[in-house]
């Protein structure tokens, strides 16, 4: 069965801080990793997409790593701001037989930036 | 339209009766996703169109649930005689096509309520 797993759960941090997520994966056949903000009350807004030959990828102040061997992705928060509270969710996309993906979501990294 | 549309924003049912979601894809975007969120856990995917036609259905509880995407139409997903469960946030997502890295883009969601 298909999983992503997201550590931590939750995080606080100080506004300006920098923080790292996790995530790790068993999707099969991989075809490529997202990571989304979703504000509360929102639908997800993807950050960004990276596929097998990808290790890392940057937007903004955030910075994706992927690790397609042990099957593990972060997502770096750079000089927090309080709008970077939200739910981070990592989502792997596997590819189908015939054409085309199927997601699997993690069920995400609830941040909170406080002043 | 470059956003997603959902309607209603909230709905609220009670136990057995039916509940009809609206979802208006990106213009040009010919891959239309559903996608159930409970209680802001993973998403569970529900189906996906390719255009009016079912593309992957594999996530649909078939006895309640149903989906149709019509030409000139907002796409729609219906339940009939709900349940307590099916109390969630209902994300549609459209992209431009549903192979390698494109980006799912998500709607604000129609948040379900079942009494």
């Known amino acids: 069965k298909n999983q992503v797993e997201q550590s931590p759960q939750s995080l606080i941090i100080l506004e300006g801080k920098n923080c790292t997520l996790q995530?790790?994966?068993?999707?099969?056949?991989?075809?490529?990793l997202r990571w989304y903000k979703q504000d509360t009350g929102r639908g997800p807004v993807s950050l960004t997409i990276?596929?097998?030959?990808?290790n890392t990828k940057s937007n903004g102040r955030y910075t994706a790593t992927l690790d397609a061997d042990t099957k593990q992705s972060s997502l770096h928060i750079t000089a927090s701001q309080l709008s970077d509270s939200a739910s981070y969710i990592c989502?792997?996309?596997?590819?189908?037989?015939?054409?085309?993906?199927?997601?699997?979501f993690g069920t995400g990294t609830q941040l909170k930036v406080e002043l | 339209g470059e956003e997603v549309a959902q309607t209603p924003k909230h709905l609220v049912r009670g136990e057995g009766q039916k509940a009809k979601l609206y979802c208006a894809p990106i213009?040009?975007?010919?891959?239309v996703f559903w996608y159930q969120q409970v209680l802001k856990n993973e998403f569970k995917f529900l189906i996906s169109?390719?255009?009016?036609?079912?593309?992957?259905e594999t996530g649909m509880p078939k006895e309640r649930f149903s989906a149709k995407c019509l030409p000139n139409s907002p796409c729609s997903l219906e339940i009939q005689a709900t349940k307590l469960e099916d109390s969630a946030v209902y994300f549609c997502?459209?992209?431009?096509?549903?192979?390698?890295?494109?980006?799912?883009?998500f709607g604000p969601g129609t948040r379900l309520l079942v009494l």
């Open positions: 997502a459209s992209s431009q096509s549903n192979g390698g890295a494109r980006t799912q883009y």
């Open positions: 995530c790790n994966y068993t999707v099969s056949p991989f075809s490529n």
């Open positions: 990276m596929t097998f030959s990808e």
């Open positions: 989502v792997v996309s596997a590819g189908l037989t015939g054409g085309g993906n199927k997601l699997t």
């Open positions: 213009k040009g975007h010919s891959y």
């Open positions: 169109f390719q255009n009016e036609n079912v593309f992957d």
